[in-house]
C-alpha cells in the first residue's frame, strides 16, 4: 500500500508517539478497506476530551484521518461540544 511505504519512509526523524500513531492509521485504512467500510463515526464530547488515553482530541484525529485523501466530512450533527461526525471511506 502506498500510503503505508510512504508513512515508513518519513517515520525515522519524527517523535516515536508520532511515528506510532501514523502506523496506526496505515492500520486503520487497511482495516477499512479489507472490511467494505463505508463511514466512520467520530464524536466530539466536551470541549478538549482525549482519545483512549492519547493526547490526541477530536480535532487531532480527524485531522489525521483527513490527511490520509481516503475521509471525507459527509456530515456533523450535535451542538457543541456534543458533536458526532459523518465520514466516508473511500475504498
Not at 516515536?16 to 467494505?36: A, K
Not at 490520509?68 to 471511506?89: E, H, I, K, Q
Request: charged residues 15%; aromatic residues 14%.
Amino acid at each position: 500500500m502506498v500510503l503505508c511505504s510512504l508513512l515508513e519512509v518519513k517515520s525515522e526523524n519524527i517523535p516515536p508517539l508520532t511515528r506510532i500513531i501514523r502506523l496506526y492509521i496505515c492500520s486503520y485504512v487497511s482495516y477499512c478497506q479489507t472490511n467494505g467500510t463505508r463511514y466512520v463515526l467520530l464524536y466530539e464530547y466536551e470541549s478538549t476530551p482525549i482519545y483512549y488515553g492519547s493526547p490526541l482530541n477530536q480535532q487531532a484525529v480527524y485531522s489525521i484521518l483527513n490527511s490520509t485523501g481516503r475521509f471525507d466530512l459527509d456530515a456533523t450533527f450535535g451542538d457543541p461540544p456534543r458533536r458526532m461526525y459523518v465520514l466516508s471511506f473511500n475504498n
